[in-house]
């Protein structure tokens, strides 16, 4: 089965394959170039060795081998001449300097098979006019004497052997100088076709260079400078203006990622302007609502207003008179008319205190003199002293330890543990002696002030009711009281931003702990200067 090959076509290349199509092409091109280099530097240092290192030892050499020749035609006609051995000195080094040019050459010449041809051609002259003009005529001059060796030089045709050889050795240096001169052309020629080569090198960089810049700036830079300018459009405000990015497909994708990121802020920014429409209208609404919470306050102002004045009036009449027909008539009329009598007075009076109560519970909050730093042991002094404690129930009875200073309103901190106090001693047992104990400890960000007793106790069940406005546990034949104590008592804990609890896990009497935050606005409660240990209430 044959795999057809998809081709996509060149405009829809990313940059990164462009990039890589030209520096392919690039390396490829400068490889080729390389590589021809390389075996024109092979070439011409081939051309180079046959110049310097061959041709010029054959020139010197041939040179030398016309000499050599020379130095043994010379020898033989001084020998004919004198008949002394010694003048047969030059052609026996010249014999020898022979061979030893031809040792040199013959290898030099093993790819020059012309010239090597003509080597050959100039050593058997040579030696044909050795063998039949110089040999014989040194013999005879040995043998016969001088004059019978210059006979057989001068015999005919001896001469023209010697020209025939030298002629020979002229053409064989004719030939190493036509190899020179070759392979001095084809060095030159070599040089040229590697300047060439490195021109070709430094047009392919320049042009790919000039194509890779063309590149970029046609498929990035432009475009990305486009796209940002539509950016800087859109961010000045125009959300609903479409982004267009050009170039690369990764610009292009770019953009399509930018404008659909700008679809999303236009969305959010819609939705967030929806509901700034909508807070605006809550704010309106609690606007409304804040102004409908004033007048209900001044109603409820007017309210207090008429309760404490107008409502008590009636009600402090009604006792008096109830209580001067109790005083006049008590035991003149039957038994049934002093209990109606009773129950009026006693009916007018919680109503009084039914009235203050609520009042004082009203207040809590409103008018407000600014939260001071606070010493609850001088607060619990006065507590004691407005209860009596000592007088009534003993040295003993309510003990505290380790107070700090926090910050709040004094009235309100004495009205709460007045509160907190007074309803431990209420709820008393009447078999034990009372022991009120009022603590604190300070915690990472508060203090939590405990007023504990060994009263009857407050069961877990009702540990949330007793703290609900009118709450009562108990009838208000047992124990007296409007039920309003424990309410005001959170109000005023509320009001400090703190919290009221009971703690459910005592099994013998109650304990009430209520924490006061340790905060910056408030400032930092502390603890008095010098700690109290188990302080006794003094009238």
Known sequence: MIKRVQFTHPRTWSLRARVTALATTTAALLAMLAVSAALLATANLDQLDVVLNKTGVLRLSGEQLGMALVDQETGVRGYALSGDAADLGPYRTGREAEE?????????????????????????????????????????????????????????????????????????????VTLRNAAVADVQSTSESLVVLLVVAGLVVVVMGTALVVLINRMVTVPVTDLAEQVRHVAGGAYDTEIVATGSPELERLGRDVDAMRRQIAADLSEVREARQAVEEINQQLQAQASELTRSNRDLEQFAYVASHDLQEPLRKVASFCQLLQRRYAGQLDERADQYILFAVDGAQRMQRLINDLLAFSRIGRNTSGFQQVSLDAVMRDVAEQLNVEEKYGADAVTWHDLPTVAGEEALLETLLANLVGNSLKFRRTDVPVRIEVSAVHTDDSWDITVSDNGIGIEAEFAEKIFIIFQRLHAKDAYPGTGMGLAIAKKIVEYHDGRIWVDDSRTAGAAITFSLPISDNSGAATLPAVPTQHKELTA
């Not at 110089?134 to 045709?157: F, M, S, W, Y």
């Open 100 to 176: 030893r040019l031809y040792e040199t050459m013959i290898p030099l010449l093993a790819d020059q098979p012309e010239t090597r041809a003509q080597l050959e051609r100039a050593r058997a002259t040579a030696a044909t006019w050795r063998s039949t003009v110089a040999e014989p005529g040194i013999t005879a001059t040995r043998d016969q004497g001088p004059g019978a060796g210059q006979q057989v030089l001068n015999q005919a045709g001896g001469r023209e052997k010697f020209d025939q050889a030298r002629e020979q050795v002229a053409r064989l240096q004719e030939d190493i």
